[in-house]
């Protein structure tokens, strides 16, 4: 019997919480970039700009979600390497959530106002 499609998703691990900020992340980090390389920064400074603003948001979306997790769920046992590995592989920018990180660097380069 072949897989249909929505046994693949329902496999899949989906969270719109993670697909949100991987969108946000990248789209704002991008538009940073954009931005600090029109005001005349040199290459490097708008790579360390846009690198640390993609960190950041990725590093305070991931706390949230914890932080909720913890809040909703008190009496579940959360194993802190499992979740320490979960939170590393988010910040691959193009690993699991590679879509809405495409998304996101697409939709800022559009509408960047200088095209």
């Given at each position: 019997?072949?897989?249909?499609?929505?046994?693949?998703?329902?496999?899949?691990?989906?969270?719109?919480?993670?697909?949100?900020?991987?969108?946000?992340?990248?789209?704002?980090?991008?538009?940073?970039?954009?931005?600090?390389?029109?005001?005349?920064?040199?290459?490097?400074?708008?790579?360390?700009?846009?690198?640390?603003?993609?960190l950041?948001?990725?590093?305070?979306?991931?706390?949230?979600?914890?932080?909720?997790?913890?809040?909703?769920?008190?009496?579940r046992q959360?194993?802190?390497?499992?979740?320490?590995?979960?939170?590393?592989?988010?910040?691959?920018p193009l690993?699991?959530?590679?879509?809405?990180?495409?998304?996101?660097?697409?939709?800022?380069?559009?509408?960047?106002?200088?095209?």
């Amino acid at each position: 019997m072949s897989e249909t499609l929505e046994d693949r998703v329902k496999q899949e691990e989906f969270s719109i919480w993670e697909f949100l900020v991987a969108a946000y992340s990248s789209s704002r980090a991008v538009k940073i970039g954009l931005e600090t390389a029109a005001a005349g920064y040199s290459f490097p400074v708008v790579g360390l700009f846009s690198m640390g603003f993609y960190l950041t948001a990725k590093t305070v979306g991931s706390g949230i979600k914890y932080i909720t997790d913890l809040l909703r769920k008190p009496e579940r046992q959360f194993n802190l390497s499992d979740m320490f590995y979960e939170a590393k592989s988010s910040y691959n920018p193009l690993g699991k959530h590679r879509r809405p990180n495409f998304m996101g660097t697409i939709l800022s380069v559009v509408g960047y106002k200088g095209f």
